[in-house]
């Protein structure tokens, strides 16, 4: 039987349950908004594992210019200025805002925020609730908060598939849910808060969820995409090994928060010594991209390279911590008496959907927040735990440039046609080209890279995205296919776009590092932003 396109009308449509779709939907109330997520439950996203915390300058030996100077220190010559100071003055403000949620923050004996020190911060001015279990405690607030908000309505289960524009105005948005079928929503009011692309790699410390949906749907509509090259790769995944010594393929890795390196945790080699006295001033406290760079170099001499915690531990500090030594002991390992192997895994993507300060796209009726977005904030390298702090703040923002704004009402379209796809009987050919995707992105477009490296992973993808259309044979398809092959269309997209970006910005820069290009050139300092066509026509001209 033929599936048929189902139309329902909405207000306001917000995509993602991180972080920034949450605070984003919560901060449209009373306003109807339609949430939309993939998985079963809210609780998805990558701000659910988040370790870190909030930065935010609240120390009476802070400022917001020493936290705008971090920020911009680490952004590595792309971080907006203005952009950085407005975030950075709004710190206060926005844990407040959380406060009022119900959301608990870490306190010391006497009362006051508990701050914590992360790597490139000149002082402590991190926030946490929970010790180390931030985003867990941060989600069950905000997730609380929704349910109890009936202005709200979540729509799980539902993958978004694709925009509607017309004449460079959203008129709707397409998604698949296994129960409701193919349902093209009709609203002129569309919010992409979808999260990031760390599954584009092999080893990442993303959930699964993180597919780059969010930004290849904007891509394939004409959205103007910026900094695409910069993925931040953090350096201290744990490095599980399963049962027959084989390192831990293809799966999330789970994060050692940089907080335990700023409470005294050191990263030593096979022999036990330190590795980054010699690479950096800061030693552990270096940026992540440096010392991500510096473990990986270390592990293709053949060394491990590990996490030790026994400093911390030392100092009665286990307890600040909980998720760490959970993660630890359930992975076997025991800190108190060994050190933890660690890799480098994809975290954070820097780029993404170009947003102004509201968060408005270059398409009349698209907003975007959270990591899916690129705001002017981290330019080349995110400072750590800014990333929950631009979240919070620019989902609010959106929110408000939403309701201040004269509502628009979507034309009448015809209903989109329903895809093609391929049938059940393609799911292991799905899998593999999946599998090849993060394989080719992991050895070619990593933490270091090269012009013919480059060039080597682009064909290989293009070749990748014929295999996947040619499987594209049938109209219907069962609920978890849909979406399965939706991500694996969606990935190849994305990691295609990022070696595109990666091949034409000829020099190093924060997390983007060429081997062939080894050092920032001012002629670079500069953002790369463009759509889909002009990335591709660009790339063909120099080719």
């Known amino acids: 039987m033929i599936p048929k396109m189902q139309k329902r009308d ?17 901060s449209l109330a009373p306003r109807p908004v339609t949430l939309i997520t993939k998985t079963p439950e809210l609780a998805g996203g990558s701000s659910l594992w988040a370790q870190g915390g909030i930065a935010a300058a609240i120390g009476p030996k802070d400022s917001p210019k020493m936290h705008a100077a971090d920020t911009l220190s680490a952004g590595a010559g792309l971080s907006d200025p203005e952009c950085v100071r407005q975030l950075t003055e709004e710190s206060v403000e926005a844990l407040h805002w959380l406060t009022k949620q119900g959301v608990a923050f870490d306190r010391t004996i006497n009362g006051t925020l508990a701050l914590a020190q992360e790597a490139a ?44 524009v017309h004449d460079g105005h959203v008129q709707g948005l397409v998604t698949y849910n296994p129960t409701n079928g193919w349902v093209t929503h009709q609203t002129a009011c569309v919010v992409l808060a979808t999260g990031g692309i760390g599954t584009i790699w092999w080893h990442t410390t993303n959930p699964i ?24 790769f953090h350096p201290t995944a744990l490095a599980i090994k399963k049962s027959n010594g084989d390192s831990t393929s293809g799966a999330s890795l789970p994060l050692l928060t940089e907080a335990l390196r700023g409470a005294g945790a050191r990263l030593i080699d096979d022999a036990g010594d330190r590795i980054m006295l010699d690479e950096h001033p800061l030693g552990e406290m270096a940026p992540r991209d440096v010392i991500a760079r510096a473990i990986h170099k270390q592990t293709h001499k053949g060394q491990s390279v590990y996490l030790d915690l026994r400093p ?41 959907i170009q947003t102004d300060s509201r968060g408005r796209t270059s398409i009349d009726g698209l907003w975007a927040g959270g990591e899916v977005a690129t705001t002017g ?19 609010r923002r959106v929110a408000t440039d939403i309701r201040t704004a004269p ?42 890279r090269t012009g013919p490296a480059l060039d080597t992973a682009h064909d290989q993808l293009i070749a990748l995205e014929t295999q996947l259309t040619d499987l594209n044979t049938h109209t219907s398809a069962s609920g978890g296919l849909v979406r399965t092959w939706g991500e694996t269309r969606n990935r190849l997209l994305i990691a295609r776009l990022i070696t595109l970006a990666a091949s034409l910005r000829e020099e190093s820069r924060g997390a983007h590092h060429r081997d062939d290009f080894p050092t920032p050139l001012l002629n670079w300092q500069r953002h790369q932003t463009m759509t889909v066509e002009a990335l591709q026509n660009t790339h063909q001209k120099i080719a």
Request: with cysteine; glycine share 10%.
């Open 312 to 352: 911390v531990l030392a100092g009665g500090l286990g307890p600040s911590f909980p998720q760490a030594m959970e993660i630890a002991q359930k992975a076997g390992f025991n800190p108190h008496i060994e050190p933890l192997p660690v890799t480098p895994a994809a975290h954070y993507h820097m780029g993404g």
């Open 209 to 232: 969820e993180a597919t780059g949906d969010g930004l290849a749907i904007a891509a394939r509509a004409g959205a103007a995409l910026s900094d695409l090259e910069f993925v931040q």
């Open 377 to 395: 904030i981290h330019g080349a390298n995110r400072l750590a735990s800014n990333s929950l702090l631009e979240a919070l703040a620019y989902a």
């Open 407 to 448: 509502a628009q009402e979507p034309q009448k379209m015809p209903l989109p046609t329903i895809p093609d796809m391929p049938t059940q009987s393609d799911v292991a050919q799905l899998r593999a080209i999946e599998d090849a995707t993060r394989r080719l992105m992991s050895e070619h477009v990593g933490i270091l």
């Open 121 to 164: 911060h000149c002082t402590p001015r991190v926030v946490h609730a929970g010790g180390d279990a931030t985003g867990l405690v941060l989600m069950g607030s905000l997730i609380k908060r929704v349910a109890d908000t009936p202005s709200i309505t979540v729509l799980s289960n539902t993958f978004a598939h694709d925009l509607v």
């Open 10 to 26: 909405d207000a306001v449509i917000v995509v993602g349950s991180g972080m920034a779709g949450l605070v984003c939907a919560l």
